[in-house]
């Protein structure tokens, strides 16, 4: 059996054989259709897998899964993840990245990362795992690639395992060492790796990858593409066949590879990716890298969203990465780092309280085991009112975790938004704003770019909202709404889309559609640059 690409105008080409990975010694178990880890089985279900809850999986994957906050968009209200930049070396370079700063495809460009060695980083993580018990999760992500550092990346491990045994192991890679190190990998029982793939045709990778370093050499050109896509599709071969789950992150190049990733999600489903993370690719001249300084731009939200709608129905999707950098401590979307600089670690008086953690995460389960009840009534009652059946509306809200709507509309730095229907409340994506409330007051200059980052939504949920951002989002056509303060998001979105639903066949309400015109005049935009 070999495997091979459809390589557009170039003659078709036949790349690495499954009988060479035998004879490296893996053991090989594709499934026939993908989803190597089960959870693409369910027939007919639409491809959200990331919000995917245990009735979704087998209970095997699910206890993978179920505290990883970029496996699980469900756990990710609830659940931290922490980065130690350990591995700041590369090998290839990437149009997008510039490496005086944090690696593009898992970190966000333009801030520093502090490297740690993997002493330094393994008194990092243990300091932070005892003082923030939500954090289940370390990842190396850089600023480098993890496995062109892999005495660093295995050090820091083999360390942690002994030190913090109930931390999640997880790392991003390109992909171009990763078949020599799979067995490595699975020896610290690392249950999750991430690969960045951004084609499967080297014809499209010429055009995002200037050279990769292989073998002792420098490779430039086609040649470079090529052996770097076979490396990619072979590593996250070998991973699904020893039950890894395996991510692909893609940046989404407009013009490059937009229309491209729609074949890579089918290609990487084929070869049992478990999740497929498609990201914007942010690029700004002052970040100096090549297409930052060649004025290549970015998707806007409503480019990223179709080319993630288009992949519906194959692998299934993330759509929750807030695209941390290669040091950030926290839940998605929140920093912690700064709590935890080198001269705070100095002072601290560390104690590793593992029964602590469990209580914690105990308590954490059975929150979440009320969110899942409030979601699936507050569904079975949407599903039972028979009006405007058909619509769909995207709302915003306003939480700092938990599952709840329990932020105030000024402290926002970052809004969920949420796809509604009678069907259910589908998380689709976020968007960061500079907080409206400065020292007390609102700042009557940031307001007009928060509300211009959720004016494609009808309404926004919050925990509080004073009087003047009330009549701005109202005269934006945003609905402000406060009334849910404290519910679990999914059913505030519901009830809410109820009582819209109501108001529109009562003649209270007139529904006007928010075309993506809206999206297009800078919601996007205007949040990457916040
Ligand atoms: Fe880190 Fe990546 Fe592991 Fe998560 S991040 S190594 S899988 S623990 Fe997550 Fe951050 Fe997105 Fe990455 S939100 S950039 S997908
Ligand atoms: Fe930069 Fe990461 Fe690409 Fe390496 S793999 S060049 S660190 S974005």
Not at 395 to 404: L, P, Q, S
Request: charged share 20%; with cysteine; glycine share 8%.
């Amino acid at each position: 059996m070999q495997t091979s690409v459809n390589t557009g105008s170039m003659p078709a080409k036949t790349y690495v054989s499954l009988g060479q990975i035998k004879s490296r010694g893996a053991k090989l178990e594709l499934p026939e259709v993908g989803g190597g880890c089960g959870t693409q089985g369910v027939a007919g279900k639409a491809s959200c897998g990331s919000s995917d809850g245990p009735a979704d999986m087998p209970q095997a994957i699910w206890d993978k899964v179920k505290n990883h906050p970029c496996y699980s968009e469900e756990a990710h209200h609830h659940f931290a993840r922490m980065h130690v930049a350990v591995a700041p070396a590369c090998n290839i370079q990437c149009n997008y990245c510039n490496r005086k700063y944090d690696c593009s495809n898992e970190s966000r460009p333009g801030v520093v990362s502090q490297k740690l060695t993997p002493e330094q980083a393994v008194r990092k993580v243990v300091a932070v795992a005892s003082e923030i018990p939500q954090m289940t999760v370390l990842g190396i992500a850089g600023p480098g690639d993890a496995l062109a550092n892999p005495k660093k990346t295995f050090d820091t491990f083999r360390m942690l395992q002994a030190q913090a045994p109930d931390l999640k192991l997880c790392i991003s890679t390109n992909g171009l060492a990763l078949p020599d190190l799979v067995d490595e990998i699975c020896s610290y029982n690392v249950d999750h790796v991430t690969i960045t793939i951004n084609m499967v045709n080297p014809a499209v990778g010429e055009k995002i990858y200037p050279w990769i370093f292989y073998n002792h050499r420098r490779i430039r050109g086609l040649e470079a593409s090529q052996i770097l896509h076979e490396r990619q599709m072979l590593g996250l071969e070998m991973l699904t066949a020893r039950g890894v789950l395996t991510k692909v992150n893609s940046v989404l190049i407009p013009g490059i590879n937009d229309q491209h990733l729609i074949e890579v999600n089918r290609e990487v489903k084929k070869r049992g990716a478990f999740l497929h993370n498609i990201m914007p690719l942010i690029s700004e001249p002052e970040h100096g890298t090549v297409f930052g300084l060649t004025g290549q731009r970015g998707p806007s939200a409503a480019e990223l969203k179709a080319v993630q709608d288009a992949c519906m129905g194959g692998a299934n999707l993330m759509r929750h990465c807030r695209q941390c950098r290669a040091d950030a401590v926290g839940l998605l979307g929140e920093d912690r780092s700064e709590e935890f600089s080198q001269d705070k670690l100095d002072n601290m008086l560390v104690v590793y309280d593992l029964e602590k953690r469990r209580a914690y995460q105990d308590q954490v389960a059975l929150e979440r085991q009320a969110q899942q009840t409030a979601k699936q009534q507050a569904q079975q009652a949407s599903a039972a009112i028979k009006i405007a059946d058909d619509l769909k509306v995207m709302v915003a809200v306003a939480t700092k975790g938990g599952g709840r709507v329990n932020e105030h509309f000024g402290h926002v730095t970052e809004f969920q938004v949420f796809e509604v229907s009678a069907e259910r409340a589908l998380f689709v994506g976020h968007r960061r704003v500079d907080h409206y409330c400065q020292g007390g007051y609102g700042d009557d200059d940031q307001l007009p770019s928060v509300v211009r980052a959720i004016n494609d939504c009808h309404a926004v949920l919050v925990a509080k909202i004073g009087a003047c951002p009330r009549d701005e989002l109202s005269a934006a056509g945003v609905e402000p709404v406060d009334r849910y303060f404290g519910e679990f998001i999914e059913k505030a979105a519901l009830d809410w889309f109820n009582d819209y639903r109501a108001r529109i066949a009562s003649g209270a309400v007139i529904h006007q559609s928010r075309g993506d015109a809206l999206i297009r005049q800078g919601a996007y935009t205007s949040a990457l640059a916040a």
